[in-house]
């Protein structure tokens, strides 16, 4: 991975999920296999049903087709994110949600990264170039404003016991900052094709809905959302970026794809808008907006680095000078040029864009004997005129070329002025890098260069924390590992009861720990008699907790079907 990545990265630390955790796990992976009961995507991915996977047995899974996984903390920046899948890897929050929140996860888990790992084997490619796309879309600071609204939203849900006063105060923030968008940016337009799509999309015609995206197979809560009949379904097109996506409630629409080669049908069309790929005025004013480091790409190939601020362009609007604020950095292949960097172009850079007078083609183009024609040679002071109006003259101090084409020329006392007078360099300033190329091709969010610009935001320092350890959660924990032992050995029936009555005496909270052991009962068809008390103590539990009735109903309907099979 690019050292620049490589913060985002933690350790695992399996050994800090609890036997409690496993136990939720397999409570959501089996409530998945009856949604949907198809798991040999799972299966493929390393997953198990019986227990939270480690990341190295995903990892040689993936690797079949070419992908891998890392463990991140659970919020990372969207721009992050989409690096990472441009080099085919899956970051993976490694924390699991806790029981209060088992029906949807806050921030994302390990349980929503799982359903992620089976989308890449449905299609290895549409991540992978939604990533490319995603690491170069640009940005703006209204996103990041949003992007800390809603971090700071989820982490208050993400509370066992959330202030309500401090998170309606969020949710109004975060409102704000997404009505305040006036335009979004291509990062936000394209985050929506992924959440339509990987997080929410629905596969299959209005009659045979099938959800494939990663939040329906992570969130119970979502899944049942799916099936109000209310809910608007429309298929899926380019205009799904028309609609954000509701970070405070509910959705209220999906869009159903075809098929996989529909979904990026679609994101090539949006592609083809994006400044990566058009460049242009356009792409140059998108950078210019997002008030954030972006890259320019002359057609000779050469990269401008920086915060652009300004631009010249004629009544057809085509480029004619650009200019960025603060450091710049001048690069070639994605490598910064030597004595071409933050340091070396600390208050800025400008340069024209466009062909030159009496030369016909462009100067990144000419030969040897063209330049010497028109006096560019490293020592001479010739006055250049270009076909924009803007005139440069100066003592040619360099020439540099790259893969047969002149990317800079460097000059000393040089002035730059249009026709007018107006000026945009002076000979005070020092030396002027002339950047060379007929067009601006490309334009795209972050610095050529990452290693060397060292302008990725900073990543989070918390990762997975030791569970809370105090005497009754201890013991609470070391019931369900009673329970997970047993049912891993097929051994060790005759601990059941007194967990159980450890379970009913002083854990009246609990309902999960209670349905392993009546699952064990029914399955094995053991001990009947206390089997049948712990259903009806749970069927009492669901009707008298709202909250809790359809985890239990759930629950009980998977040990039911051992029992008809038994029967």
């Known amino acids: 991975m690019p050292v620049y990545l490589r913060q985002f990265i933690i350790e695992q630390q399996y050994e800090y999920y609890t036997p409690a955790d496993h136990a939720l796990w397999r409570y959501l992976m089996r409530q998945n296999g009856l949604n949907h009961p198809n798991n040999s995507v799972a299966e493929a991915t390393g997953l198990s049903i019986e227990q939270i996977p480690e990341l190295q047995k995903m990892n040689d899974a993936l690797s079949k087709i070419s992908w891998g996984v890392v463990a991140v903390s659970d919020l990372i920046p969207p721009s992050v994110f989409m690096e990472f899948l441009s080099h085919r890897v899956l970051p993976v929050s490694a924390a699991i949600r806790s029981l209060s929140h088992i029906e949807q996860s806050y ?67 975060v409102d704000f900052c997404q009505k305040n968008s006036a335009e979004s ?86 592609a083809d808008r994006m400044a990566y790929l058009c ?112 005139i440069l003259s100066g003592t040619v101090l360099s020439i540099l070329s790259r893969e047969s084409k002149i990317i800079l020329i460097s000059f000393s006392e040089a002035s730059l002025k249009d026709e007018t007078g107006n000026i945009y360099f002076k000979p005070s300033w020092g030396k002027f890098d002339m950047a060379v190329g007929e067009k601006i091709v490309s334009v795209y969010a972050g610095a050529a260069d990452k290693k060397t610009f060292d302008e990725i935001q900073s990543a989070s320092a ?5 569970p809370a350890c105090d005497k009754k959660t201890q013991q609470y924990r070391e019931l369900f590992s009673i329970v997970r032992n047993c049912r891993k050995t097929g051994s060790g029936y005759e601990r059941l009861p007194k967990v159980w009555h450890e379970l009913k005496t002083n854990y009246r909270e609990d309902w999960l720990c209670a349905l392993e052991i009546l699952e064990i ?39 039911g079907q051992h029992q008809s099979q038994l029967n």
């Open 107 to 173: 921030t994302p888990d390990i349980l929503h990264a799982a359903a992620l790992s089976a989308l890449l084997f449905a299609d290895p490619e549409y991540l992978y170039h939604l990533g490319q796309l995603g690491s170069r879309a640009i940005y703006s600071v209204k996103d990041l404003q949003l992007q800390k609204a809603v971090y700071d939203l989820l982490l208050l849900k993400k509370a066992e016991e959330p202030d309500p006063a401090a998170t309606r105060k969020a949710e109004k923030l």
């Open 185 to 270: 940016s291509e990062m936000a337009l394209l985050y929506r094709l992924y959440q339509w799509t990987a997080e929410y999309g629905l596969t299959g015609t209005p009659e045979t809905l099938k959800p494939y995206g990663a939040a329906f197979h992570s969130s119970l809560k979502e899944h049942r959302h799916l099936q109000h009949p209310e809910i608007k379904k429309y298929s899926y097109a380019i205009d799904a970026i028309n609609y954000p996506l509701s970070i405070t409630g509910r959705q209220e629409q999906y869009f159903v794809s075809d098929d996989f080669q529909s979904m990026s049908r679609v994101l090539k069309e949006f």
């Open 279 to 390: 460049g242009g005025t356009e792409g140059i004013l998108k950078a210019i907006e997002s008030k954030s480091t972006c890259t320019a790409v002359y057609s000779s190939g050469l990269q401008v680095s920086g915060v652009f601020c300004d631009l010249r362009m004629d009544v057809q609007d085509n480029l004619q000078f650009i200019k960025t604020t603060g450091p710049t950095a001048l690069s070639f292949g994605n490598k910064q040029l030597e004595n071409q960097g933050k340091h070396d172009h600390s208050d800025g850079f400008s340069s024209p864009v466009g062909r030159i007078k009496n030369l016909d083609k462009a100067l990144e183009d000419a030969s040897s004997e063209e330049l010497e024609e028109l006096g560019i040679v490293p020592g001479n002071q010739p006055v250049i005129h270009f076909e924009s109006g803007l």
């Open 462 to 466: 918390c990762g997975i924390t030791p």
């Open 521 to 559: 009962f029914e399955k094995e068809n053991k001990n009947k008699e206390l089997a049948g008390e712990i259903r009806i103590y749970l069927e009492l539990k669901a009707s008298n907790e709202a909250e809790l009735n359809q985890l239990i109903r759930n629950g009980l309907r998977l040990s």
